[in-house]
């Protein structure tokens, strides 16, 4: 069976950091990229950042480059998000999730994952 545990979230003061962790079980982790989304109140939910399989090439979206760092530990089935200086406005629930096709470079669209986390709360205080 798929799964995909996030945690590390918390509350912290804007201008904080806080380093979200997604561990995976149940299938050839190394193989799949795996994106970081997240869903704020009353909105629908947006790409974060994504982590290809092989050569870990990495994207980010605009709203979080260069305040945000994505890696993973393929020893540890782990994916990392690292957030740095967040807002107000990072606030949200946020999600890994698994690639369904393997070894490609990872998009941004949550149409491109089949598998998902149950998420973990981030709020920014300002």
């Known amino acids: 069976e798929v799964q995909l545990v996030e945690s590390g979230g918390g509350l912290v003061q804007a201008g904080g950091s806080l380093r979200l962790s997604c561990a995976a079980s149940?299938?050839?982790?190394?193989?799949?990229?795996i994106g970081w989304f997240r869903q704020a109140p009353g909105k629908e939910r947006e790409g974060v950042s994504c982590?290809?399989?092989?050569?870990?090439?990495?994207y980010y979206a605009d709203s979080v480059k260069g305040r945000f760092t994505i890696s993973r530990d393929n020893a540890k089935n782990t994916v990392y998000l690292q957030m740095n200086s967040l807002k107000p406005e990072d606030t949200a629930v946020y999600y890994c999730?698994?690639?369904?096709?393997?070894?490609?470079?990872?998009?941004?669209?949550?149409?491109?994952?089949?598998?998902w986390g149950q998420g973990t709360q981030v709020t920014v205080s300002s």
């Open positions: 999730a698994a690639d369904h096709i393997e070894f490609r470079l990872c998009v941004l669209s949550e149409y491109e994952y089949d598998y």
């Open positions: 149940g299938f050839t982790f190394d193989g799949y990229a």
């Open positions: 982590i290809s399989s092989s050569n870990g090439r990495t």
